[in-house]
């Protein structure tokens, strides 16, 4: 059996004093997408800084392609495979949409080209018309698919989105969906974090959820579909 793509062993994060995650088991097998779900404030953007060495873990590791990142600069762990879009999208306001996206291109871990800029154009239309305008000018909508299309232009072995929906119009929304199923169907392995559980119920094709820090359900989005103990627990707002 192959090991996972992506794995979170035993994580323990704090903020200065404060444990924000407790002995974290999470992974992500190559072509998944997975949905962290949990409601505000349960430790998924927190899980997200610990993999992307932002936040490091003051215990367990964060192992990718079976070799363990934890501990290096984010940097070096961008260069070792992983796509990291925040919550707040970080464009540079004041560059163009094709500036944003070739600040972001590098080859993969292994020398992959697939990503660049033809194909990011062909995969987000949207982007290719506006190549010429700045950044700041976008909508928020456009915004999150120029951060997605930046963090793909890396040529990334996992994609980290951390809630792509939020503050989002709902056709926008589901504009983004349609693009995350397109990245799942061209094999792009996927770790979504979200409030919104019925946005990834379409999308993703695992959950697990977090609730105070520790992970508490894990399954196939199928399998959480028909759990309505477990949603109305950890899910409902």
């Not at 992983?82 to 993969?108: C, M, S, W």
Request: hydrophobic share 40%; net charge neutral.
């Amino acid at each position: 059996m192959a090991a996972p793509m992506l794995e979170v062993r035993g994580a323990d994060v704090f903020y200065g004093t404060s444990q924000i995650l407790f002995c974290l088991d999470l992974s992500v097998e190559k072509g998944q997408t997975m949905a962290l779900l949990g409601r505000n404030g349960a430790g998924k953007s927190t899980t997200f800084k610990a993999i992307a060495g932002i936040v490091p873990p003051r215990r367990g590791e964060v192992v990718l392609s079976g070799e363990t990142v934890s501990g290096r600069a984010p940097y070096r762990i961008a260069r070792a495979g992983i796509g990291y879009v925040p919550e707040d999208r970080q464009v540079f306001p004041e560059h163009t949409v094709e500036d944003n996206l070739i600040v972001g291109a590098k080859r993969g871990p292994q020398g992959e080209g697939h990503w660049t800029l033809t194909r990011i154009y062909e995969v987000f239309p949207l982007l290719a018309g506006m190549r010429t305008r700045t950044a700041g000018r976008l909508s928020g909508g456009e915004q999150q698919m120029l951060t997605i299309a930046r963090a793909l232009m890396g040529n990334p072995d996992v994609l980290l989105l951390d809630e792509p929906s939020e503050g989002l119009a709902p056709i926008i929304v589901q504009a983004i969906g349609g693009l995350i199923r397109s990245l799942r169907g061209m094999g792009v392995t996927i770790l979504l974090a979200e409030q919104n559980m019925h946005f990834c119920l379409d999308i993703a094709t695992h959950a697990t959820i977090v609730d105070k820090g520790q992970v508490v359900y894990r399954a196939p989005v199928a399998e959480l579909r028909g759990n309505t103990a477990i949603t109305q627990r950890y899910l409902a707002v």
